[in-house]
């Protein structure tokens, strides 16, 4: 009876926890459109459009270690409800200056910080509680509703925003993303972080472990797990590359091919879409068998569509054209995210122990992120003096290489052994015949 309690509970937290990020992100995507558009048409400088984005991701990397410490050793419920009600208080105090003074760069740079430093500890909290929220049969599922109720912000707030855009002022986009996030605190008030978490109870005799101490441990942890460190050093490398097309992509839309709000947003939507039609497909499956093959083939595809997304500026199409373009573009590209992502994430949620996962998780955000920061800087440079067509292929092609080095058989057979016997047989077998 009591084990059914505990599902039906589950079951309240899938989709409480589903909602609740379908409304913050709804309002966090909303608020990042205007600001992109506001900062691009401001100066229509790709620096300091990088700029923002390094404000975004600097933070996140420097912080992310803490934040698994805290996430580890700390009521994970307090600190995610914490982190919600910061963001709100920083957009609202956005709002008060945009309302008094006017909106500056710096307020925006400065606001930027902020969310990203709130965004991390709730991003690490989230993710390390997934199986104190969710048994263990239907993290999957929980990972691909997570998704999919992003996804589902991302179709319809860049369509929003390139609707509403110079018809309405800066603070209605503000007062929305206050709004969303009210409304994600009240629903993540209601949730039991540890019905299902498998954390081992200290005695309150018990010395505590310094944040050093705590972190040296979880580094430890870490290097007993393999697979793990493959995907962080994989991640490191990719992210500092993924520079030329978040940099990029935004840059040649709106600077260079003049596209229009409301065009740019249905391309960002189609980005959605592609996530979110991958991620109901995940949600109904049955779990990936080789996680690290599949996302090894999406990083693959993902950097043939990143060198294609500068075909329109050596190759002269209608206007129409150009937007249907980048419309299958980034819906090839939104599908291959979740490739990449989804299996890696369920396969990591099951094999990293509950009280190391904050830690474990931070150092994983930390590495993903570290050359983020200096690939912006590059590639905000590059693309105010170099041709943005080159240095997508460039990018994409340096990024293949990477990618299959990172991931030779042979590091492929020690993530999945299964897969080496498998070829093996197979080997075998054509011998034989």
């Known amino acids: 009876m009591e084990e059914q309690l505990k599902l039906k509970k589950a079951t309240y937290h899938l989709w409480t926890f589903t909602i609740s990020k379908l ?32 404000c975004n991701i600097l933070p996140r990397t420097l912080v992310a270690p803490f934040a698994g410490y805290v996430a580890d050793n700390y009521s994970r419920k307090a600190i995610a409800i914490t982190s919600q009600i910061a963001t709100t208080v920083a957009i609202g105090g956005l709002l008060a200056v945009s309302l008094t003074s006017g909106i500056s760069l710096i307020a925006v740079y400065i606001t930027t910080c902020i969310l990203s430093l709130m965004s991390t500890f709730s991003s690490v909290t989230f993710t390390s509680s997934i199986t104190g929220l969710i048994d263990k049969a239907r993290i999957q599922k929980a990972m691909s509703l997570n998704q999919m109720s992003i996804s589902f912000a991302a179709i319809g707030s860049p369509a ?62 870490l290097k007993t797990q393999s697979v793990v460190m493959t995907i962080i050093w994989i991640a490191l490398l990719i992210n500092f590359l993924f520079g030329a097309f978040e940099v990029g992509y935004s840059f040649i839309l709106i600077e260079k091919l003049k596209m229009s709000s409301q065009h740019f947003g249905f391309t960002e939507g189609a980005f959605a879409i592609g996530m979110l039609l991958m991620s109901v497909y995940f949600s109904m499956r049955k779990e990936v068998k080789y996680a690290l093959l599949v996302s090894k083939r999406g990083v693959l595809a993902m950097a043939t569509i990143m060198g294609a997304i500068g075909l329109p500026l050596m190759v002269t199409m209608p206007y129409r054209m150009v937007f249907i373009y980048y419309l299958a573009i980034m819906l090839g590209f939104g599908a291959m995210i979740i490739i990449v992502n989804t299996p890696i994430q369920v396969m990591m949620q099951k094999q990293i122990d509950d009280d190391y996962k904050g830690r474990v998780f931070s150092i994983l955000e930390t590495m993903a992120t570290a050359l983020m920061p200096l690939g912006m800087v590059i590639y905000g440079f590059l693309y105010d003096v170099f041709p943005a067509q080159w240095i997508l292929i460039l990018s994409a092609a340096m990024l293949i290489v990477i990618v299959l080095i990172l991931t030779r058989p042979t590091v492929m057979h020690r993530a999945h052994p299964e897969l080496g016997k498998r070829h093996a047989i197979k080997g075998e077998a054509g011998a034989a015949s």
């Open 23 to 54: 409304i913050a992100s709804f309002g966090a995507q909303v608020y990042s459109f205007a600001i992109s558009f506001y900062i691009l048409q401001l100066t229509g400088s790709a620096t300091s459009f990088a700029t923002n984005l390094i």
């Open 160 to 221: 929003v925003g390139g609707l509403l855009y110079g018809a309405v002022s800066m603070p209605v986009f503000l007062i929305t993303y206050m709004i969303a996030s009210i409304l994600a605190v009240l629903l993540e008030s209601t949730m039991d972080f540890k019905l299902f978490a498998e954390r081992k109870e200290k005695a309150e005799t018990e010395k505590k472990e310094s944040m050093w101490q705590s972190m040296k441990a979880g580094i430890s942890y």
